[in-house]
């Protein structure tokens, strides 16, 4: 009889399975995390400075940091430094409380009142305008301030201790990927500075004036608002009489913009200039086409620090010809604005 040999029996031979896998799993681990540090790492360079989760967790928690607040929207976030106000002005503590999108709405301005230092001897509040920051809210448009302070505790806690992580992660385009490789065929090129006093410097080029187009459109269905004027007439007097000095002027932009402005927007400067001051605000003329804007609307890094330095300079010279403030308090006190 014919015997047939039998095949070994693998079961009887003990496989190193787990050590197996474990090998496995952590050469997939570090694949995967040599794949994300190379991907991060083609990231265009558009932001430098604070991370930008960081940046606005903290300045919208602010309170009770500064003798001097500068307030409005984009314009003023991108258009005025603190670092060219402090020089010239007695303000130790300037910082810029600016947002995309924003109005002045009476959340904002309580908010504003609040980052003011109570034991500080002197305090301000400047009040950048654009026909745009006195719309008020639409059903589609809220405004950057009021979308982060829906933030919670622990978002800002998150973005305050964990803003770089949070921005290396964050999503990421082939083409941005593709820029980062080959920056010199990206068609524009714009860095953002977000510094710690609430400041964000942009330079972009090439220039583009899409802005004016798109507030062409928007002012089509969107107007000055009668209550928001009032509302910040009110809140001038009532920080006049607290012997906060208030102080308005009108952010520039463009020649394009400046018409379009007041052609569609139903701003009328004059009367909104004579009730600020009636309410014992202190107007600071401003020339609204004479800084380089990057997109028609906001002013490229070293305009913005011009504008700065001339902003500055003005105030002071306001303050040498208009030495006491009774006459501002007079004119506030006198009128019958609720607080």
């Given at each position: 009889?014919?015997?047939?040999?039998?095949?070994?029996?693998?079961?009887?031979?003990?496989?190193?399975?787990?050590?197996?896998?474990?090998?496995?799993?952590?050469?997939?681990?570090?694949?995967?995390?040599?794949?994300?540090?190379?991907?991060?790492?083609?990231?265009?360079?558009?932001?430098?400075?604070?991370?930008?989760?960081e940046f606005w967790a903290?300045?919208?928690?602010?309170?009770?940091?500064?003798?001097?607040?500068?307030?409005?929207?984009?314009?003023?976030?991108?258009?005025?430094?603190?670092?060219?106000?402090?020089?010239?002005?007695?303000?130790?503590?300037?910082?810029?409380?600016?947002?995309?999108?924003?109005?002045?709405?009476p959340e904002y301005l309580?908010?504003?009142?609040?980052?003011?230092?109570?034991?500080?001897?002197?305090?301000?509040?400047?009040?950048?305008?654009?026909?745009?920051?006195?719309?008020?809210?639409?059903?589609?448009?809220?405004?950057?301030?009021?979308?982060?302070?829906?933030?919670?505790?622990?978002?800002?806690?998150?973005?305050?201790?964990?803003?770089?992580?949070?921005?290396?992660?964050?999503?990421?385009?082939?083409?941005?990927?593709?820029?980062?490789?080959?920056?010199?065929?990206?068609?524009?090129?714009?860095?953002?500075?977000?510094?710690?006093?609430?400041?964000?410097?942009?330079?972009?080029?090439?220039?583009?004036?899409?802005?004016?187009?798109?507030?062409?459109?928007?002012?089509?269905?969107?107007?000055?608002?009668?209550?928001?004027?009032?509302?910040?007439?009110?809140?001038?007097?009532?920080?006049?009489?607290?012997?906060?000095?208030?102080?308005?002027?009108?952010?520039?932009?463009?020649?394009?913009?400046?018409?379009?402005?007041?052609?569609?927007?139903?701003?009328?400067?004059?009367?909104?200039?004579?009730?600020?001051?009636?309410?014992?605000?202190?107007?600071?003329?401003?020339?609204?086409?004479?800084?380089?804007?990057?997109?028609?609307?906001h002013l490229q890094k070293?305009?913005?620090?011009?504008?700065?330095?001339?902003?500055?300079?003005?105030?002071?010279?306001?303050?040498?010809?208009?030495?006491?403030?009774?006459?501002?308090?007079?004119?506030?006190?006198?009128?019958?604005?609720?607080?």
């Amino acid at each position: 009889m014919t015997v047939i040999p039998t095949q070994p029996n693998n079961a009887s031979k003990p496989r190193h399975t787990g050590r197996w896998w474990a090998e496995r799993t952590f050469a997939t681990l570090l694949l995967a995390g040599a794949m994300i540090y190379v991907m991060g790492s083609l990231r265009p360079r558009k932001d430098i400075g604070m991370y930008p989760d960081e940046f606005w967790a903290r300045k919208i928690a602010w309170e009770r940091c500064a003798d001097a607040v500068l307030t409005g929207d984009s314009r003023v976030l991108m258009g005025v430094a603190p670092q060219e106000l402090s020089p010239a002005l007695p303000y130790k503590q300037i910082r810029n409380y600016g947002f995309g999108a924003n109005w002045y709405s009476p959340e904002y301005l309580d908010a504003v009142e609040k980052m003011l230092l109570p034991e500080s001897p002197r305090k301000a509040v400047f009040m950048g305008i654009t026909p745009h920051s006195l719309t008020g809210r639409t059903n589609d448009v809220m405004g950057n301030y009021l979308e982060l302070k829906k933030m919670s505790r622990r978002d800002i806690y998150v973005a305050t201790h964990f803003g770089g992580l949070m921005y290396f992660f964050q999503p990421m385009s082939l083409r941005d990927a593709f820029h980062g490789l080959f920056p010199s065929q990206a068609p524009t090129n714009t860095i953002r500075d977000y510094r710690d006093d609430g400041w964000v410097a942009v330079h972009k080029t090439p220039l583009a004036m899409n802005e004016v187009k798109r507030y062409r459109k928007l002012f089509v269905d969107r107007h000055v608002s009668q209550e928001i004027v009032d509302t910040i007439t009110a809140y001038v007097q009532r920080w006049t009489r607290q012997g906060i000095r208030v102080y308005g002027f009108i952010m520039p932009s463009c020649k394009e913009m400046v018409q379009v402005e007041l052609e569609l927007s139903g701003f009328e400067q004059e009367a909104f200039i004579a009730a600020f001051t009636a309410a014992g605000g202190r107007w600071i003329e401003t020339n609204l086409d004479a800084y380089e804007s990057f997109d028609g609307s906001h002013l490229q890094k070293e305009a913005a620090l011009q504008f700065s330095k001339d902003l500055a300079r003005a105030v002071s010279l306001y303050e040498q010809e208009t030495p006491s403030t009774a006459t501002s308090q007079a004119k506030a006190e006198s009128l019958d604005v609720s607080d």
